[in-house]
């Protein structure tokens, strides 16, 4: 066998009747059946990310600047809303002003 063989046995549960196991991998079958039996939840992927807890606002402004946004978020090549255009907005100014 090679140096990065596994080597695999039956659990003690399959084995013929008479087999003779030794105490410690009896030791470790049991501890990985109770492990097993435990269940558990499948591994977070990397892509799933915490939700961000949002802060609702309401924002006040005359009609005419609500246009003019709506206006700038509808000239975009790839159409935004108005709100993601105000978010562009403010994370603009946020790394202009270093925060």
Known sequence: MGKNSTITRLPLELQAEGTVVPDNERKKDEALLALIKKGGTSAKSLDEEEPIPE??????MSADVAERIKQAAKS??????SHSW???????KLKKESF
């Open 55 to 60: 802060k609702r606002i309401s924002l006040r």
């Open 86 to 92: 105000l978010l562009e907005a403010v994370f603009e």
């Open 76 to 81: 975009r090549p790839v159409k935004l809303s």
